[in-house]
């Protein structure tokens, strides 16, 4: 009986909008975006000049990498702020075992980096201390650990050239690093949408209680975000320091955890949790780079680009604000 | 002067979005009365406390306190005027010692300055005056949930309380604890306060209260004095039921149902001494292939503990389930899982929905291992199973994609009862599933579990409705005050009988003098 009338009509066509029905919330940033991009393309002399593009892109890939992971943190409705220190520890990791080759050293440091990316989740989701707290522990342990390794926070320097390849070298045309950016945000969007990790790690954000109900594993999905957040900020330290030549522990990674975080929010993922765009993220990072590069290249002072970041983030939240209901 | 109650209300009428709360509710408070608000869900017991305490504004009606008509505008207006609510959940500073939070926002001065001192003295003076040993110098949080509760009525009574409300003070305290939180009431009685008792467990309102109003679907039902009252009048009364008419009605789908057959057999699900504090104490119960057992107990009984222990969403400290002769691991909801069973939870919203994600993914949820290959969603798979089960049981959603937050409440309940049987269940529990949804989905639904029982599926059904229970049910198991009260079979089973077994206390003596009136 109510079979028939109203029923619902699924069919291909329905299931192809589905992709567009994602991205609903990144609208507004990516109108933004091309907002940007227009007023750059008129204003800023040289804005369309294909190196141009390649620096914006070298200089957003660590974000964009940091904040990928960010994006699933967030989604859980939880937060990283470690990942700029799991970044240094995975530079001097790095830096002071390349002497057992390039491979070794890479590996180290991405392990070290799981390992801490772990712990914090363990600690959130076992031991259900806020995730605030935990990874602000973790933010000031873990670069002073990195200080450590590098002998009181000493600049590393080194001379290997395939290390340093992976910030400086090129395939084809393109940067090595941004490359690993598109393919880890192309895994990204693959893991979100179509698998059932994907899936566990929004319903978990969106209701934990009926998450656990229907049988999700709630600690170990959140505890692999944290994981996963760890490993692509140790990633991205690693591209860090081969862009250098150097591991600078005081340095690398400062504050990145806000500018990954601010990216996030930007791109239209609610810090509440329950809903994940990690292409709006891109747009997000994308946005506060070309505000830097575009006031770089008009000569306008670094100081007045931090503050029309603010200015648009708060704009973002404020948009996506819960409605009342 | 003298002679007007304490607290009188008259008529009071709340109105929420167009839909009435409360109609015409009268209730009156009289000094040193230990008056008890009970009704089921929706009977407006919660709205009536707000207005009365100034949490809500009401819509019409007046309130009077010792004869004066009083309006208050917010809880601290009603504090001042001597009405003051504790609640379940404590809200007090637990970094803060029990003296500064009796008198917090409020602290005796010198020189502008507090005067620490004096706020202490007053604090132990007033503990002592209601029995209580605590020393008001401790830190709140080092308290149990227990004290933390008499501070927050030693609280409510440093204003000068005359009346003070409870809301379910009991619901975390143990036996003992219990007891002292009776020595206070009592205490505040002698003093000539009034006190409104809210209490899902019928022991403490004959333990402590005088009178008890009934409310029912925002309705004054009445008001009788607890001595003397009949336990299944009482039920009746918050049921809606007349004695006179408690008879099988045919109002559901079910049609008759007669699962007993099956009986033989070893049970399906057999769960044994399922004990948790104070809610559940040693439930046993079993069902069987093909069966629908229904669990009836009133709002509180511990029937929705009882479901939960058994599918391992909460812990318990005691007892053990066994699915087909093999024991579950209580730890987490997994291993029911695994084994097959299924959990339809009662609060939809709570721990239903997955409220930003589409329909196909809430429905999909509990499926999804078995739906993919290598941690790959297929996509296919995916589809087909949810285009099916939305056309099975007549979900009405724009597509597949749109979101769940959006469907209707029937519409909700029949995706997540979807989400269970697309894994095809061997047992499903089901807590109170056609509550607040629209009379076509109920009966969808209540004639969709009565064949898949018929197929082989047991159900274990909670339900506030008794006619659900008596025509869905092949046996009905009664809890009441977190014990198991009675099992009814077959021809034993009608609304009358599951009252009686829900209002009879221990020794059963209590129903049968108005069963001879009958």
Redesign the interface.
Same mark, same amino acid.
């Given at each position: 009986m109510a079979e028939t009338g109203a029923g619902p009509v699924i069919g291909a066509r329905s299931v192809r909008r589905a992709g567009l029905a994602d991205y609903a919330p990144t609208y507004g940033a990516l109108a933004a975006l091309v907002l940007l991009f227009v007023v750059n393309a008129v204003v800023t002399p040289n804005f369309l000049d294909v190196n141009n593009f390649r620096n914006v892109l070298l200089q957003v890939a660590p974000t964009v990498l940091v904040a990928v992971g960010m994006t699933y943190v967030i989604t859980t409705g939880g937060i990283d702020l470690s990942v700029g220190s799991i970044m240094a520890v995975a530079s001097a990791v790095a830096a002071v075992s390349l002497g057992r080759g390039v491979g070794f050293a890479i590996i180290l440091a991405l392990v070290v980096a799981l390992v801490v990316g772990t712990l914090n989740g363990v600690l959130i989701s076992s031991f259900r201390i806020q995730p605030i707290i935990v990874t602000l522990a973790s933010l000031i342990t873990v670069r002073g650990v990195a200080q450590v390794i590098s002998n009181g926070g000493q600049l590393i320097p080194f001379d290997n050239p395939r290390f340093a390849w992976l910030g400086q070298g090129y395939v084809g045309p393109v940067p090595v690093q941004v490359l690993v950016m598109a393919l880890v945000v192309a895994a990204a969007i693959f893991v979100m949408r179509a698998t059932v990790y994907g899936r566990y790690v929004a319903a978990v954000g969106g209701n934990e209680s009926a998450a656990r109900l229907a049988g999700v594993r709630v600690h170990r999905t959140k505890i692999m975000v944290y994981a996963l957040s760890g490993l692509l900020a140790g990633l991205a330290g690693l591209i860090e320091t081969a862009r250098l030549g150097a591991s600078d522990a005081q340095k690398v990674g400062l504050n990145i955890e806000l500018d990954a975080i601010a990216a996030v929010v930007v791109g239209g993922t609610p810090l509440t949790g329950g809903r994940a765009t990690v292409v709006g993220t891109v747009i997000g990072a994308l946005i506060m780079q070309l505000i830097t590069t575009s006031f770089n290249m008009n000569g306008i002072s670094f100081a007045w680009s931090l503050v029309i970041k603010a200015a648009i983030i708060i704009v973002a939240v404020y948009i996506q604000r819960p409605k009342v209901a | 002067m003298s002679n007007a109650p304490l607290l009188r209300m008259e008529g009071i009428r709340k109105v929420f979005s167009g839909v009435t709360a409360l109609d015409g509710v009268d209730f009156t408070l009289e000094r040193g009365e230990v008056h008890s608000l009970v009704g089921e869900n929706g009977a407006g017991k919660s709205t009536l406390i707000k207005i009365m305490t100034g949490a809500y504004q009401r819509d019409g009606g007046r309130i009077m306190l010792e004869g004066r008509e009083v309006n208050f505008r917010s809880p601290e207006d009603a504090q001042r005027a001597g009405v003051v609510a504790v609640y379940q959940e404590v809200n007090l500073l637990a970094y803060r010692t029990v003296a500064e939070n009796i008198y917090l926002g409020r602290e005796p001065r010198r020189f502008g300055l507090i005067d620490w001192k004096c706020m202490k003295r007053d604090a132990g003076a007033l503990l002592k005056r209601l029995g209580l040993d605590i020393d008001p110098a401790a830190t709140l949080g080092d308290l149990n949930i227990a004290l933390r509760q008499m501070v927050a009525i030693a609280r409510g009574v440093s204003f000068g309380a005359k009346v003070v409300v409870l809301d379910e003070p009991t619901s975390s305290l143990t036996e003992h604890e219990v007891s002292i939180l009776y020595d206070v009431i009592r205490r505040l009685k002698d003093e000539g306060t009034g006190v409104v008792y809210i209490s899902h467990r019928f022991d403490e309102l004959y333990a402590i209260c005088d009178r008890v109003t009934i409310l029912r679907d925002g309705r004054l039902v009445g008001s009788r004095s607890l001595a003397g009252l009949d336990r299944l009048d009482l039920v009746c009364m918050m049921l809606g039921k007349q004695r006179e008419e408690l008879q099988r009605q045919g109002a559901t789908a079910f049609g008759h149902h007669d699962g007993a057959a099956t009986a033989d057999e070893s049970p399906l699900m057999r769960a044994e001494n399922l004990t948790r504090g104070r809610k559940l104490d040693r439930v046993s119960l079993d069902v069987g292939r093909g069966e629908i057992v229904g669990l009836a107990g009133l709002l509180g009984s511990g029937r929705t503990e009882t479901a939960r222990a058994i599918?391992g969403?909460d812990q318990i400290d005691a007892g053990r389930v066994y699915f087909e002769g093999h024991p579950l691991n209580l730890r #987490? *909801? $997994?291993d029911a899982? &695994?084994a097959g069973l299924a959990?339809l #939870?009662e609060d939809r919203k /709570?721990?239903?929905?997955?409220?930003? %994600? #589409?329909v196909?993914?809430n429905l999909? %949820? /509990?499926a %999804? *291992?078995a739906l @993919?290959r290598l941690? !790959?969603?297929s996509?296919q798979k995916q $589809?087909e199973i !949810?285009?099916r089960f939305?056309?099975?049981l =007549?979900?009405? /959603? #724009? @597509?597949? &994609?749109q979101k769940i937050r959006e469907l209707s409440g029937g519409n909700q309940q029949k995706v997540l009862l979807a989400?269970w049987l697309c894994k095809n269940p061997k047992f499903l529990i089901m807590d109170e599933p056609t509550r607040g949804i629209d009379v =076509?989905?109920k009966a969808?639904i209540q004639s969709l579990v009565n064949e898949l029982a018929s197929s082989g599926l047991g159900v274990l059904m909670i339900s506030s409705e008794l006619e659900e229970l008596v025509e869905g049910s092949s046996r009905v198991v009664v809890i009441r005050d977190g014990r198991r009260a009675a099992e009814l079979r077959g021809a034993e089973i009608s609304q009358d009988s599951i009252i009686r077994a829900m209002a009879e206390d221990d020794t059963g003596v209590v129903g049968n003098a108005n069963a001879a009136a009958e």
């Open positions: - | 599918f969403a #987490s *909801p $997994n899982i &695994d959990f #939870s /709570a721990e239903g929905i997955i409220p930003e %994600l #589409s196909r993914e999909t %949820l /509990a %999804l *291992p @993919s941690g !790959v969603v996509r $589809n !949810v285009e939305m056309k099975r =007549g979900i009405k /959603a #724009s @597509s597949a &994609d989400r =076509g989905a969808e």
